[in-house]
């Protein structure tokens, strides 16, 4: 699963529809689309996650639905440029990885109980080719310009549901610091435990958006804390002799050198990959290290380095796997240029014999060409 030069096949699909249409770059290795990169002039839809509604709904029927409600608010569903798949158990990821091999998009896949004891859940992302309606529950749009990826944060508290109002009202100070606000929140991932909790979580952030209507992703993580929550927001805009990413530390947090508590994004191409696995199962270490290599190839083909990354979240299955991700990261980061993060321990990462895998939002900074095909 090298992508190497030669394995690596860079695809760009255009439609005949806008002359400000955004081309997305795809790129495959092995079969498989490993990265997609979305031109800094590109609005992005971003879905809720959709659960399946019986055991008889696989994942394609899903994901079907999932590219409807991309479609009704402005999208491309047929140029997806993340999906993310939570399984409820490895049986049931192993038949979604087969239902979604036809799709075209970089997919994550992580195992865990899913809100209402439903089987799948899935969201995606895709970029604007039409002006998008306001935003609902069903998905919401971050708009062009400067964007803020805040990681995760987690207030402590006896109950899920006092947690969450402490962390959410968490979040809104911290993005309120940097000069964005409720209204510019586009989606929330919660990862939670236990995942009965979720209806409760949900109320928690109905009384806080209200009419706004915040589009919400669960995973399941194994935890002494019930709740971590991180945020996507528009962020105001930049001044003209800002870098293209700021790491950004707020007021009374302390900096990490694996992680930026915030990441601003001023300009660049987005460069989404799909969720990076070990070529070969091993212990923590070998694992780890086997996806750092992948990662690092990707982002030197795509245009992207170590040094422009915006978003991590990392999955683990295991002890060994957490504590090698914890002391690798700092060896492939500048200290003063970790990317904003969420690490979850789960239940499964979504293939089997393998402990680790994560996936990345990194930054290309230069314009993407953008190209169109008359009809």
């Known amino acids: 699963m090298k992508p190497t030069r030669t394995l690596i096949a860079f695809v760009l699909l255009c439609t005949p529809t806008l002359a400000a249409d955004p081309a997305v770059r795809y790129v495959e290795s092995n079969g498989r689309v490993v990265a997609a990169v979305v031109p800094e002039s590109a609005e992005l839809?971003?879905?809720?996650?959709f659960l399946s509604n019986d055991e008889s709904q696989d994942a394609a029927a899903l994901l079907h639905e999932v590219k409807r409600t991309v479609g009704e608010f402005g999208g491309d569903a047929e140029r997806l440029v993340r999906v993310n798949v939570v399984a409820s158990t490895q049986d049931v990821?192993?038949?979604?990885?087969?239902?979604?091999?036809?799709?075209?998009?970089?997919?994550?896949?992580?195992i865990g109980a899913?809100?209402?004891?439903?089987?799948?859940?899935?969201?995606?992302?895709?970029?604007?080719?039409?002006?998008?309606?306001?935003?609902?529950?069903?998905?919401?749009?971050?708009?062009?310009?400067?964007?803020?990826?805040?990681?995760?944060?987690?207030?402590k508290a006896a109950k899920p549901a006092e947690?969450?109002?402490?962390?959410?009202?968490?979040?809104?100070?911290?993005?309120?610091?940097?000069?964005?606000?409720?209204?510019?929140?586009?989606?929330?991932?919660?990862?939670?435990?236990?995942?009965?909790?979720?209806p409760d979580v949900m109320d928690e952030f109905a009384k806080a958006f209200g009419k706004q209507k915040l589009p919400l992703v669960f995973v399941e993580w194994k935890s002494d804390l019930p709740i971590e929550i991180e945020l996507i927001a528009t962020a105001p805009p930049a001044a003209p002799d800002a870098p293209a990413v700021e790491y950004?530390?707020?007021?009374?947090?302390?900096?990490?050198?694996?992680?930026a508590r915030v990441v601003r994004v001023n300009r660049g191409a987005l460069i989404y990959?799909?969720?990076?696995?070990?070529?070969?199962?091993?212990?923590?270490?070998?694992q780890?290290?086997?996806?750092?290599?992948?990662?690092?190839?990707?982002?030197?083909?795509t245009g992207g380095d170590m040094k422009q990354l915006a978003k991590a979240t990392y999955y683990v299955s295991n002890d060994d796997a957490s504590k090698q991700l914890n002391a690798i990261r700092p060896k492939y980061y500048d200290p003063q240029r970790p990317p904003a993060a969420s690490k979850a321990v789960v239940h499964g990462v979504g293939m089997k014999e393998r402990s680790v895998t994560i996936d990345m939002i990194g930054v290309m900074d230069r314009s993407l060409t953008t190209n169109t095909i008359k009809p």
């Open 45 to 49: 839809v971003h879905t809720r996650q």
């Open 93 to 110: 990821a192993d038949k979604a990885r087969e239902s979604l091999a036809g799709i075209r998009a970089p997919i994550t896949f992580v």
């Open 114 to 155: 899913l809100p209402h004891g439903r089987k799948l859940g899935i969201d995606a992302v895709a970029p604007v080719t039409k002006k998008p309606p306001e935003t609902t529950s069903a998905a919401s749009v971050l708009r062009a310009g400067p964007r803020l990826y805040v990681s995760g944060q987690a207030e």
């Open 163 to 198: 947690a969450a109002a402490k962390t959410i009202e968490s979040l809104v100070k911290t993005i309120e610091e940097f000069g964005s606000n409720k209204s510019a929140v586009v989606q929330a991932k919660c990862f939670l435990t236990p995942m009965s909790a979720a």
């Open 248 to 259: 950004l530390t707020p007021a009374g947090m302390k900096p990490s050198p694996v992680f």
């Open 273 to 286: 990959t799909a969720g990076l696995y070990p070529e070969k199962p091993g212990n923590g270490e070998q």
């Open 288 to 301: 780890v290290l086997s996806v750092f290599d992948q990662l690092q190839r990707i982002l030197k083909e």
